[in-house]
T-cell receptor
C-alpha cells in the first residue's frame, strides 16, 4: 500500500492564482480530511469528508473548496490564493472506527507571493 | 470537544526514559485518548491510544490515571529519532466524530 499520497510537494503561487492540491489513499478509508499547519502551530482542520459525495467544513474553510467523487481521492482547491494561505497542507485518511489510526500524507508546502 | 493541556517543551537524555504528561480534566466516558507525534518536516504519525487501561505497543506505553483526567506517554528509551512534537488528542467514540483536533503539543528534544 502507498498509504496517503499528496502532490505536489512544493508549490509557489502568485496572489490571485488558483490551484488544486491532490490527495489520494489506497486503504479504502471512508474518512478523509485536509489540515493546514502554520509555523510553530498545531494542525487546523480545513475540510473533511465522511464518504464519497459527502463533505463538510472544518475550523478554517474560507478560501478553500473540496469535493469527493471517489473513495480514493480528495482534492483541495484554492480559489484565489492569498499570502495568508502560505502554509504546509496535510491530507489524512482513516476508517470510520474511532479507535483506528489516522494516516497522514507527507504534506504540500505552499508559498503564496 | 474536550480539551487537553500539555507542556510546551521537554528535554531528555538519549537512552533514558521520557514521561510526557497530558491533562484532560473534562474528558467524557466515551473519549479515547490518542497520541500522535510529528517528526521534523513530516506529517503526524500514530503512536498509541487507550480508553481506560494502560496500553503498550512497540513504540511506547500509555499510562491512564484511574479518574482518566490525565495520562502519560512513556518512551522507555529515548533515541535521537524520538525528537518530535507529541500531541495528546481526545476522540469521542460515541458522537460519530472523526476529526482529530490538534493543540500545540509538546516539543521533545533528545540530547545525545
Amino acid at each position: 500500500n502507498a498509504g496517503v499520497t499528496q502532490t505536489p510537494k512544493f508549490q509557489v503561487l502568485k496572489t490571485g492564482q488558483s490551484m488544486t492540491l491532490q490527495c489520494a489513499q489506497d486503504m479504502n478509508h471512508e474518512y478523509m480530511s485536509w489540515y493546514r499547519q502554520d509555523p510553530g502551530m498545531g494542525l487546523r482542520l480545513i475540510h473533511y469528508s465522511v464518504g464519497a459525495g459527502i463533505t463538510d467544513q472544518g475550523e478554517v474553510p474560507n478560501g478553500y473548496n473540496v469535493s469527493r467523487s471517489t473513495t480514493e481521492d480528495f482534492p483541495l482547491r484554492l480559489l484565489s490564493a492569498a499570502p495568508s494561505q502560505t502554509s504546509v497542507y496535510f491530507c489524512a485518511s482513516r476508517s470510520r472506527r474511532s479507535t483506528d489510526t489516522q494516516y497522514f500524507g507527507p504534506g504540500t508546502r505552499l508559498t503564496v507571493l | 470537544d474536550a480539551k487537553t493541556t500539555q507542556p510546551n517543551s521537554m528535554e531528555s537524555n538519549e537512552e533514558e526514559p521520557v514521561h510526557l504528561p497530558c491533562n484532560h480534566s473534562t474528558i467524557s466516558g466515551t473519549d479515547y485518548i490518542h497520541w500522535y507525534r510529528q517528526l521534523p518536516s513530516q506529517g503526524p504519525e500514530y503512536v498509541i491510544h487507550g480508553l481506560t487501561s494502560n496500553v503498550n505497543n512497540r513504540m511506547a506505553s500509555l499510562a491512564i490515571a484511574e479518574d482518566r483526567k490525565s495520562s502519560t506517554l512513556i518512551l522507555h528509551r529515548a533515541t535521537l529519532r524520538d525528537a518530535a512534537v507529541y500531541y495528546c488528542i481526545l476522540l469521542d467514540s460515541g458522537a460519530g466524530s472523526y476529526q482529530l483536533t490538534f493543540g500545540k503539543g509538546t516539543k521533545l528534544s533528545v540530547i545525545p
